[in-house]
């Protein structure tokens, strides 16, 4: 059996840090700080991690916890050390991409001690092919994809672009990519008083209309068919009041992101990742027209998103900036799911 250990510097660092942030817990202004807050400052934070990649490159199918070290510096320029469990995640980008996303789970006990709240899972989502700049370049567009949708509403993941060193346990080799650290399920709820909802409690009756056109013209707007609300594929559930909303998430396959490994959703006869198709409720046009009123609207904000990014290129912002406002300019020809799929089974009886 391989025996994996955190290096000692490591832990006499995340010890030392640990007694200085319980010295201090009753004093911090605010206790409700999560670690997810600390790292969301600035738009990218350089990050280690320490973990077996050997493991992690190799063994695609473990679905253990694995001993794992991060470190990185908060806002006042202290140095952030923490012992945490970190395992794989996902299903496609798990067997499929150079390094599996993770979930980082942190210790409750120790979050408490550091005056933090809680909220102890996160998901970082990591480079999906190994060529440094494209990946870069995937992961700033599927991050800003995120912050598109934060500019809609509360009720979304905030994510923190990351640099990350990866530093194997065993030989001590570093390498350096991107990452995007998604913001724990548990916070959002907090932050938007909503609750917990189990799978076999979801009733369609329930859910908030509104919020799930919402939810489906912006999949429409960035291209993205990679998602469903009768499978709650790529959305999270929650009671908000007496209501169900749908929060969604993963957007790699969004045509606005346009990933060379993403491929059309095949039960829609899509011919590209960039074609669009809409997958709410609704089969008209007229149904959207608030919801098409609140994007117009924003669509200014959508474009200071991008425009904001300092790490893309200008070819890329204008190409994603193209992108969006194909949808503002073709919003009376929305492509229902259902017409799309009458059309090709009319086009198989010809």
Not at 44 to 60: A, K
Not at 94 to 107: D, E, G, S, Y
Not at 318 to 338: G, P
Request: proline share 2%; glycine share 4%.
């Amino acid at each position: 059996m391989k025996v994996i250990s955190i290096s000692l510097s490591f832990i006499a660092l995340g010890f030392s840090l640990l007694l200085a942030q319980s010295l201090h817990a009753d004093s911090n202004p605010n206790p409700q700080k999560s670690i997810f807050d600390l790292m969301h400052y600035k738009e990218v934070l350089e990050m280690t991690i320490e973990i077996d990649m050997e493991e992690l490159q190799y063994n695609r199918r473990n679905q253990e916890y694995m001993t794992a070290g991060i470190w990185f510096e908060d806002a006042d320029g202290q140095k952030q050390a923490w012992r945490i469990k970190a395992k794989q995640r996902g299903k496609f980008r798990r067997m499929n991409c150079a390094m599996p996303p993770l979930k980082l789970n942190f210790k409750k006990a120790e979050l408490a001690v550091a005056g933090l709240a809680q909220f102890d899972d996160l998901k970082l989502v990591t480079h999906c092919i190994d060529h440094k700049a494209e990946a870069k370049k995937l992961l700033v567009r599927e991050h800003l994809t995120y912050e598109l949708y934060n500019t809609l509403t509360d009720a979304s993941f905030r994510t923190q672009l990351v640099r990350i060193t990866y530093k194997d346990i065993n030989t001590g080799k570093k390498t350096k990519q991107y990452g995007i650290i998604i913001e724990d399920l548990a916070q959002v709820r907090s932050r938007i008083k909503a609750k917990k909802l189990k799978r076999e409690e979801i009733e369609l009756d329930q859910i908030n209309l509104a919020q799930l056109q919402q939810v489906a013209l912006f999949q429409y707007l960035i291209g993205n068919a990679d998602w469903g609300i009768h499978t709650v594929r790529n959305i999270k559930m929650v009671k908000k009041g007496k209501s169900i909303i749908a929060i969604p998430y993963d957007f790699d396959f969004a045509g606005l992101v346009n990933a060379p490994y993403a491929i059309p959703n095949p039960n829609y006869y899509l011919v590209s990742i960039r074609e669009r198709i809409y997958l709410g409720l609704e089969k008209d046009v007229a149904a959207l027209s608030d919801t098409l009123e609140l994007f117009r609207n924003k669509q200014e904000n959508f474009h200071k998103v991008i425009k904001s990014s300092k790490l893309l290129s200008y070819e890329d912002r204008r190409e994603m900036l193209n992108y969006i406002d194909s949808f503002f300019q073709n919003t009376k020809e929305v492509q229902f799911a259902v017409d799309k799929l009458e059309k090709h089974a009319a086009s198989l009886n010809e």
